[in-house]
């Protein structure tokens, strides 16, 4: 046994020590954190900014620390070249479910959560009891298989007698665990009295019920306020969901057929129904008519579809959705299936994910080949937000190995699949492309090599391929350079407006006995990263393994494993480009999670498949456990969506939903409000439609435009053109992007909601065009000038309330953030007036003057000092202002700063102010996201000092006033 283990310990000494070299980078490198600041060439006021975040330093541990960690693992891997290849005897060898499943995934699930899935417990004490009854592995596997079917089939014939019997609830939700059981019980105990003899048919009939599941999708009764409220589906709907019920029947039946002619002890039970299914109903949406208020990602996913065919604008020239084409698929299902209603929205993402489901279940079936397969279909769950769709089809379809062999075949499909990945989901398609271009280059390659184009032209499949290519060539030869521009446009600034926050915090379910809270925090960065290494570093590992094994180079690049050990760290490294950077302080890997779990599936399909051609067995079936620790600690605990557990799917059959007191049940017909349908919506999201709806009657005439700021789904529900190619201001934050995205503007829109002065370029845009804003019901709006004239009179009333009413604002970090990157952003700037701080007069209350620029703290509730200026400073033209302070700041010291300031009109004003924190004296404070300093003429400036200690003493270095380039051209 001894010698055993260490032969695994010598196998997996690179990955280990590759693995070590990584984290032993992140732990020093982080160190230096504190000592690195983030630098910013652009004006971008979001999240990096706001919390004095260092992105860029943040994103370059973890990148050098990955390529240590590779890097490491290939030399170490050569270096022990004979021991890798080296071939040893096991005496015991694991076994594949009780170990690789089932006890060490639990064991290491424990040791890091503290916590265990009761279903996956209780299966896995099952299997161990059947050890006892049941010698042949074979056998105990199969009534693994029939445990879960039974399972499966019990969820099925639930959710049929939920629509049968209306009044009576037959099979309740708590009884479902008691009743799999006790038909597992009654069933083995006949199976094992009769020597097993009828297990697989047991194993075919129980798929036949499976299809039924999908008569959930037919609920449709609300329980809302003691009431029961039904809301029909449409009959299309309804058909579709009858379509594939009949369709997954048919399936059975075909499968069932072919199966039990030629039963034999090699022959896959599990059909490609039961795979699809337990795919859709772990993947699973309520299909009910729900509003929660998410205007953001509602219209993210059907607004495109609206703009293009009911609109009629002009794709990528005239619209464009920011995030790639992977809304056109709900959007068409919205419109063919709900004729476009808002509260369509779930019924529709509901079938679209039942069509996705359809295909990969399929691709999976296929690429297996094997009863593993349930096993997969079980292990693969993901969040709700979720856009891998493409990347794992495309990935499982080119993994395939008969595909492979017909090789201009599998670079037509490659072609094909990079495309259409590319146009769904930008970051990903690429991933596709660049992922698979080594494998396709071998491809062509053996093609012009061995001549294979010569005997190709008789195939019927080849011409197939080269007809389905055709459309997608056309489409992306006239469109690939439209969305690289838009693509490069949103990248150019994505890591300031969208970058990571700082150190993560540990979250409560992670290593609990571990008392120090610092010590916790440390090791969870660590672990985090290491997460989403993870496909990348084993892919790496395995790959050396491969090109390792004593083989002609020629015959291993031809194979499925150099396909998948290529494409795997290519794709996920790409992906980490984008998916890492977006991750944030509180840690929800809604894009990670995703990644993660695919290439992990594809790693235990890599091993089940060919393991044992390049590992010892037990060292197979570690590293299967591995992955599924990996993939379900990553999708179930790091995700803040709901998400279907294993063995949760009961959940998912109900014969009503509950919708609580927080949300109206309307018909928007009511309202005036067409497009949005009937069913329940949130009480504040109802508010919001209805004040926007009397704005839309109030000022905005037919075909005139509005631009919204977060809701972008309002141009859809209110049938609006977007003024924009891209629809929200809040998508574009840097110059380059701002400027091309306002150039689009045919026509000023009529009114713009409340803009975020974040997104300081729009909002200097709205500015100099003169809107005038107005408080209606407390909702604020900015109206484009000659319309709110033509509505409200004056404009001047606006002007006051801008510069009277508007409200404090608080910049937190960014004024910090700023100020440490003063000489990038010195060069944005068109003026600069400097001014002498001995010169300056300069009083104030609470301290005490060191020097003329040196003050001393001596109240800590209010000390000030006021700077008059030796002339007028023009607000509109001057909307920075730097200072650099000397004090002793301290490292964890919270110290503010708040800057009031007077004009020749208005005196100084407690709302008329920014605030923000100062860490050490370098400020850059973008005092135009005021808009009453756009309007003022300043004569005097107060800096008013918060938390600080007493006998603190402060040195005033500079105070310059800056004016932002904001015509500036950039490459």
Not at 322 to 347: A, D, E, H, N, W
Request: proline letters at 2%; aromatic letters at 16%; one cysteine or more.
């Amino acid at each position: 046994m001894s010698k055993e283990i260490k032969s695994i310990l010598k196998m997996l000494c690179p990955l280990i020590f590759g693995t070590l070299v990584m984290v032993i980078s992140i732990a020093i490198l982080s160190l230096f954190t504190d000592l690195k600041y983030q630098v910013f060439d652009d004006m971008i006021f979001k999240t990096t900014a706001e919390t004095g975040a260092k992105t860029s330093w943040e994103l370059t541990i973890f990148w050098i620390s990955l390529l240590l960690g590779i890097f490491s693992i290939i030399i170490f891997s050569f270096i022990k070249k004979k021991e890798l290849t080296k071939k040893f005897k096991e005496n015991l060898k694991l076994d594949l479910v009780g170990y690789g499943i089932f006890i060490i995934p639990i064991s290491l699930f424990l040791i890091l959560t503290q916590t265990i899935n009761f279903f996956y417990f209780i299966i896995a004490l099952i299997y161990i009891l059947l050890c006892f009854f049941i010698e042949e592995k074979e056998k105990r596997y199969k009534n693994l298989i029939l445990l879960n079917l039974i399972y499966f089939s019990t969820l099925s014939v639930k959710a049929l007698t939920d629509k049968l019997i209306k009044k009576v609830e037959i099979i309740p939700h708590d009884s479902i665990y008691l009743i799999t059981l006790l038909l597992f019980i009654i069933i083995f105990y006949y199976l094992k009295k009769n020597s097993f003899k009828n297990l697989d048919k047991l194993i075919l009939y129980f798929q036949f019920p499976l299809p039924l599941m999908l008569f959930t999708y037919f609920t449709n009764k609300y329980e809302y306020n003691n009431e029961l409220i039904k809301i029909s589906f449409s009959k299309r709907y309804k058909a579709v969901i009858i379509f594939f019920i009949v369709y997954f029947v048919i399936i059975n039946l075909i499968e069932y057929r072919n199966k039990i002619k030629n039963l034999k002890k090699t022959t896959p039970l599990v059909t490609l129904s039961t795979v699809i299914i337990i795919f859709i109903i772990r993947f699973y949406v309520e299909p009910k008519f729900v509003h929660y208020g998410d205007f953001w990602h509602w219209g993210e996913e059907s607004i495109i579809w609206h703009q293009i065919f009911k609109k009629k604008l002009i794709l990528f020239d005239e619209y464009i959705g920011t995030t790639g084409l992977f809304p056109m698929i709900l959007g068409l299902i919205q419109y063919l299936l709900f004729k476009g209603s808002s509260f369509s929205f779930l019924p529709s993402l509901a079938i679209t994910n039942i069509v996705w489901m359809t295909i990969i279940g399929t691709a999976t079936y296929f690429l297996i080949k094997t009863d593993f397969v349930l096993f997969i279909a079980l292990f693969l769950v993901f969040p709700q937000y979720n856009r891998t769709h493409m990347l794992m089809l495309s990935l499982f379809v080119l993994s395939n190995s008969e595909l492979i062999k017909q090789r201009i075949q599998w670079v037509q499909m490659y072609i094909l699949l990079s495309i259409l990945s590319v146009f769904y989901y930008p970051i990903n398609g690429v991933a596709v492309a660049l992922g698979g271009a080594v494998f396709a280059l071998i491809q062509i390659y053996f093609i012009i090599k061995e001549k294979e184009y010569l005997k190709i032209f008789k195939s019927k499949l080849f011409w197939l391929l080269n007809i389905a290519l055709i459309l997608p060539v056309i489409f992306s030869l006239k469109n690939t350079l439209k969305l690289i521009k838009i693509v490069s446009l949103l990248a150019s600034s994505s890591k300031l407006a969208d970058g990571r926050v700082g150190k993560f915090m540990a979250e409560d379910w992670f290593m609990k006995y571990i008392i120090n809270q610092n010590l916790k925090d440390s090791i969870w960065n660590i672990f985090v990263l290491l997460l989403i290494a993870f496909p990348i570093l084993i892919s790496i590992y395995f790959l050396c393994i491969y090109l390792l094994k004593k083989d002609n180079i020629l015959k291993k690049i031809k194979k499925p494993e150099f396909f998948i050990l290529t494409f795997s760290p290519i794709a996920v490294s790409i992906n980490c480009t984008y998916s890492v950077m977006r991750i944030n302080r509180n840690v929800d890997f809604y894009r990670n999670g995703p990644i993660i779990i695919v290439f992990v599936t594809i790693m235990i399909i890599f091993l089940y498949k060919y393991g044992n051609r390049y590992f010892s067995h037990n060292i197979k079936i570690i590293f299967i456990s591995i992955c599924i620790l990996i993939g379900n600690i990553s999708v179930e605990h790091m995700i803040k969506f709901d998400m279907t557990s294993f063995g949760e799917e009961y959940k998912n059959i109900k014969k009503s939903y509950k919708v609580d007191g927080n949300f109206e049940y309307v018909n928007g017909e009511d309202f005036g409000i067409f497009n949005l349908g009937v069913g329940f919506i949130e009480k504040n999201a109802l508010e919001k439609l209805i004040i926007n709806r009397e704005m839309l009657d109030k000022i905005v005439h037919k075909d005139e435009r509005a631009w919204f700021m977060y809701d972008r789904e309002m141009q859809k529900i209110f049938d609006l053109k977007s003024p924009t190619r891209m629809d929200s201001p809040y998508l574009t934050t840097g110059l380059k992007a701002t400027q091309a995205n306002l150039e689009s503007i045919k026509e000023l829109p009529i009114f713009i909601t409340a803009i975020d002065t974040g997104k300081y370029y729009t909002y200097r845009w709205v500015i100099d065009n003169k809107y005038a804003i107005i408080d209606y019901k407390g909702f604020q709006f900015w109206i484009r000038s000659d319309r709110y004239k033509e509505i409200f009179g004056d404009i001047e009333k606006a002007e006051e309330y801008l510069i009277e009413n508007f409200p404090k604002q608080n910049l937190n970090y960014t004024a910090f953030s700023l100020g440490n990157s003063i000489k990038s952003l010195k060069k944005l700037m068109k003026d600069i007036r400097k001014y002498e701080t001995v010169s300056l007069q300069i009083e104030g209350e609470g301290i005490e003057f060191l020097t003329q620029k040196k003050i001393k703290i001596k109240d800590i509730n209010n000390s000030y000092i006021d700077i008059v200026l030796p002339e007028i400073i023009n607000g509109n033209k001057y909307d920075f202002l730097y200072l650099e302070l000397s004090s002793d700041y301290q490292v964890n010291e919270n110290r503010q700063i708040e800057i009031l300031w007077e004009t020749d009109k208005y005196p100084m004003k407690e709302n008329r102010a920014v605030i923000f924190e100062d860490k050490n004296g370098k400020l850059l404070i973008p005092m135009g996201l005021h808009p009453a300093w756009l309007y003022s003429d300043v004569t005097k400036i107060r800096l008013k000092f918060i938390n600080m200690k007493i006998d603190t003493t402060i040195d005033i270095l500079k105070i310059e006033f800056m004016q932002l380039n904001r015509e500036r051209k950039e490459d």
